[in-house]
């Protein structure tokens, strides 16, 4: 239950960014989020809505990308990609791998502005 | 309007991390050795930590301990019955303890400096997924299981078994009457976490804490 907490990171995180845009609003949020980072789906999407709500971030979207894990294998020299989280084998050889390539991502990919046009502002 | 794209590649707990490496560093330069043991309520870190805290006591090396909870200070009355220096972090709620907890809670912790401890234990709040994603600065993080929970627990949590680099067995000393299959519980803990060191102990009755302290003495290295 650690998604409020990452919601509220992202919040400050993405309000930081903007803020170098003036006058832009947040449309979209994308994150990076990897099988280990003990970050569930639908949980961080109701903790998004909580902690955007009646802030200049209220109504922008979470994108969220998950990446599955991907072990180096010692034994046979290939990076590849394991199915599910439960057993740390090289799915081309099976011997166990240890050495982590991708799975504990937790960050902000991107953020989508809008934009007021300056031209148009000027007519 | 106009839409812009702004690539961010940003940690989400970012500041978290920074926090945790600037621990790490003032941890390393003082020459003390970081632990961050994480487990479920109930399996046992108090008494494990308090019977560790004893052990290296009578071995002479200084020991102290942070020690998370959402409320009370019980755990730390309980170690602090070891005689080495503890301090509670009370959460209020929050179900990990973070970077910015551990620094607030070091300061001003007048019986303690950092420069004349050999080992800092921090016992995290009871909770098998939260504290995976929050760096104490910590140099070891060991996750905990007792013969009394499954042996099927590190697959259920493999976010926080792939994440530690110690794993220890608690209670092995009802280990038979709770039907615990060690084998099956040593494999699955390799499955999530190939080669990781495991140790199985008993704080009851001291068993298997002769190999974990001479780990601990390993990873601190010459005094």
């Known amino acids: 239950m650690h998604e409020l907490s990452i919601a509220a990171s992202i919040v400050e995180s993405v309000t ?10 947040v449309k979209e949020v994308r994150l990076r989020v990897g099988a280990l980072a003990s970050v569930i789906e639908d949980s961080l999407q109701f903790c998004w809505e909580l902690a955007t709500e009646d802030s200049p971030l209220a109504g922008a979207a979470l994108v969220i990308h998950m990446l599955p894990v991907i072990v180096h294998c010692d034994a046979c020299g290939a990076d590849a ?6 057993s740390f084998r090289c799915p081309r050889c099976g011997e166990l791998a240890a050495d982590l390539r991708q799975g504990r991502e937790l960050e902000i990919e991107s953020i989508e502005l809008e934009e007021p046009d300056p031209v148009e502002e000027q007519v | 309007m106009t839409t812009r794209i702004v690539e961010l590649r940003r940690g989400i707990l970012k500041k978290n991390d920074e926090l945790a490496a600037g621990l790490r560093n003032r941890f390393t330069s003082a020459g003390v050795l970081v632990l961050n043991l994480v487990s479920s309520p109930g399996t046992g870190k108090t008494a494990f930590l308090e019977r560790t805290l004893r052990e290296l006591r009578a071995r002479g090396a200084h020991a102290a301990a942070l020690v998370g909870d959402l409320e009370t200070d019980n755990d730390a009355r309980r170690l602090a019955a070891s005689g080495a220096p503890v301090r509670q972090i009370n ?3 929050i179900c990990h303890l973070d970077a910015e907890m551990i620094a607030k809670h070091l300061e001003g912790w007048e019986e303690v400096s950092l420069a004349g401890l050999n080992y800092l234990f921090i016992e995290n709040v009871g909770n098998l997924v939260c504290p995976s994603s929050y760096d104490l600065g910590e140099r070891i993080r060991v996750a905990l299981l007792s013969v009394t929970e499954g042996e099927d627990k590190p697959l259920k949590y493999p976010g926080l078994f792939n994440s530690a680099d ?3 067995i608690t209670k092995i000393d009802i280990a038979e009457p709770c039907g615990f299959d060690r084998e099956l519980a040593l494999h699955n803990i390799n499955e999530i976490r190939p080669g990781i060191r495991i140790f199985e102990t008993s704080a009851k009755t001291g068993a ?3 190999a974990w302290l001479a780990y601990l003495a390993e990873q601190a290295g010459p005094a």
């Open chain 2, 91 to 93: 959460t209020h709620g």
């Open chain 2, 208 to 210: 298997g804490m002769d």
């Open chain 2, 166 to 168: 110690a794993a220890v």
């Open chain 1, 16 to 25: 930081e960014s903007a803020s170098a845009y003036p006058g832009a609003r």
């Open chain 1, 81 to 86: 990609e394991i199915a599910g989280v439960q």
